[in-house]
């Protein structure tokens, strides 16, 4: 950014906002690790942008915006913390508390500690000590920078509960000194595990339902992927890489998977030219990646220096990460790609579907991911082959109530031409499921059935 | 920073693992200066629950609450976070038959 004394205000407040849309969670980061507390961060933060609108005009933009208003909320947060002792009048550890604030100024060339900010609040944000809601309502609020009221839109929950979730999450994190940094290289791989099964948690809050508030939800599912981005840029690991694939993969037939009124349509009957070839492209690169026989590699963004440097670092991670091998993200990805790549139906193929079911099955024996691998073997041998695979996994009792298990043996059924069971099946799904695009789906194929 | 790890076993896996087990891991978190205070307790059958109310002193027989999982030892650790007191933590024996709850000592206030 040029140093431009003459701007216009109006011109400088709109690079602000710019550069508070871009940059205000970095800043935001920084001052967490600096100040070791995220109200006082957030405070600082604030305080340093209007800092910016209010001097900038006077003495200019700085060339390196995002440091000074890491050292001006820095400063601010220092100055408050004196002001509020003078009120006070308690305490000599106010001085020992405003001295033990490091000063970043000092260290702006260690791009690396900066560039892995980002990083440890979304590892903060993802603590496994932190409840699975907190963990996503503070992911939400801190990386993505989204209002209380908006995540509780999105969430379809009262704003006073987001906001008493997050309120809590953030006690116990300074309570219980919850750390903010980056985990070492042995719990990497689990600690990883939790960031990105909150991002996917958000995705699919924003992808499986479609009816209703449709335009907040397709926002989270953007935002998801932002975050996904995020993630694969600071952490180049395969299932970052992976999870950033599968979502892509599944947000590029949003389009087709509804009709005019909101009516569910399955992925056999989907119009294939309104999927977005765009986030397929892109996804299928990632599935590259994330499977390739080599550890993978990503151009850093940023500046040649701290690129470098960040290469280092995360070669370093990764020499002494457990040989990292692809996980049931990168697998789904594949999956997903195989039908991306698919002219049709009945122009996929099943046979390597089933095959990375087969592998996806061993890593992750769930019977959910058992009943998938059933369907796509009654797809690739026909119905006859699944149905006994399904009937098996419906007895086993795990998935007595999840609905899609009786929607598949229905589907099985009727394509076998066994009516009165297809029936049964149907409205047993009908009755367990509970998301009104689902159940219109349902219900029209329990009308459609021969008597 | 202190964090008391409390462990939570039900009654029929008090004694699933050996006293000599335990003792040898208490030992090696000692030697290694991490230990403020560890002890095991007896079954909550032989606890005294006491009360001050309206100066009166009670005394019940048992527990404050009965629970499927009964309080049988603690470990007072100290260490510089929670992931570091995790780590401590899941070096508690009785982790792997019943379960361990770490919470942060709080610094009482000095101000009347």
């Not at chain 1, 001097?55 to 601010?76: E, H, M, T, Y």
Request: proline share 5%; aromatic share 6%.
């Amino acid at each position: 950014m040029s140093l431009d004394a003459a701007a216009a205000p109006a011109d400088i407040t709109a690079t602000v906002a710019t550069l508070f849309r871009r940059d205000s969670r970095k800043v935001l980061a920084t001052l967490i690790r600096l100040l070791g507390d995220f109200d006082l961060a957030e405070e600082a933060m604030q305080d340093a942008f209007r800092a910016a609108v209010e001097q900038w005009p006077r003495d200019g933009i700085p060339a390196n915006p995002v440091p000074w208003l890491v050292s001006a909320g820095r400063f601010k947060a220092i100055d408050g913390i004196r002001r509020r002792a003078r009120f006070q009048a308690i305490d000599g550890d106010v001085a020992t508390a405003v001295e033990a604030i490091p000063d970043s100024a000092a260290r702006w060339d260690e791009g690396e500690e900066i560039a892995d900010d980002p990083l440890r609040l979304i590892f903060t944000c993802c603590h496994p000590s932190l409840s699975a809601d907190a963990q996503v309502a503070l992911t939400l609020r801190e990386i993505s920078g989204l209002t209380t009221e908006e995540i509780a839109r999105a969430f379809l929950a009262p704003p006073a509960t987001l906001a008493q979730r997050i309120v809590r999450a953030k006690a116990k994190i300074r309570a219980a000194r919850i750390p903010y940094k980056v985990p070492e290289a042995r719990e990497l791989g689990e600690r990883l595990a939790s960031v990105l099964r909150v991002i996917y948690l958000v995705f699919n809050e924003g992808y499986s339902a479609s009816a209703g508030t449709s335009l907040t939800r397709a926002d989270l599912s953007a935002e998801a992927i932002r975050l996904g981005r995020l993630v694969v840029e600071l952490l180049p690991e395969r299932e970052a890489m992976g999870l950033l694939a599968l979502m892509l993969l599944q947000e590029s037939r949003r389009g087709a998977r509804t009709g005019s009124n909101g009516e569910l349509i399955t992925l056999e009957a989907q119009d294939r030219s309104l999927w977005n070839r765009a986030q397929i492209d892109e996804g299928l690169a990632w599935v590259e990646l994330a499977l390739a026989a080599e550890a993978p590699t990503v151009a850093s963004s940023g500046t040649a220096a701290t690129a470098s440097r960040r290469d280092s670092a995360l070669a370093a991670r990764r020499r002494d990460a457990p040989a990292a091998r692809f996980g049931p993200y990168a697998l789904q990805a594949a999956i997903a790609a195989v039908h991306a790549g698919a002219a049709s139906a009945e122009a996929t193929d099943w046979a390597e579907i089933v095959g990375l079911y087969d592998v996806l099955v061993r890593l992750q024996p769930t019977p959910v991911v058992a009943l998938n691998r059933a369907v796509a073997v009654a797809m690739r041998d026909g119905p006859a082959a699944g149905l006994p695979l399904i009937e098996t996994l419906l007895a086993d009792g795990q998935l007595q109530d999840y609905h899609l298990a009786h929607a598949a043996r229905a589907d099985i059924c009727r394509r076998l031409g066994r009516h009165a069971d297809a029936r049964a099946s149907y409205e047993r799904a009908l009755a367990l499921a509970r998301q009104e695009p689902e159940r219109a789906f349902l219900a029209a194929r329990l009308r459609d059935l021969p008597p | 920073m202190k964090y008391l790890c409390l462990v939570y076993l039900e009654d029929d896996k008090l004694h699933a693992i050996r006293d000599s087990e335990c003792l040898a891991a208490s030992e090696r978190l000692h030697a290694e200066g991490r230990i403020v205070a560890a002890e095991a307790l007896h079954p909550v059958h032989t606890a005294t629950t006491l009360r001050l109310r309206d100066g009166t002193l009670t005394m019940t027989d048992g527990p404050f609450a009965e629970t499927k999982e009964q309080l049988a030892g603690f470990y007072l650790f100290d260490a510089a976070d929670l992931d570091e007191a995790v780590a401590l933590a899941a070096r508690i024996p009785p982790v792997r038959t019943g379960s361990i709850e770490i919470r942060p000592v709080r610094e009482l206030d000095p101000t009347p």
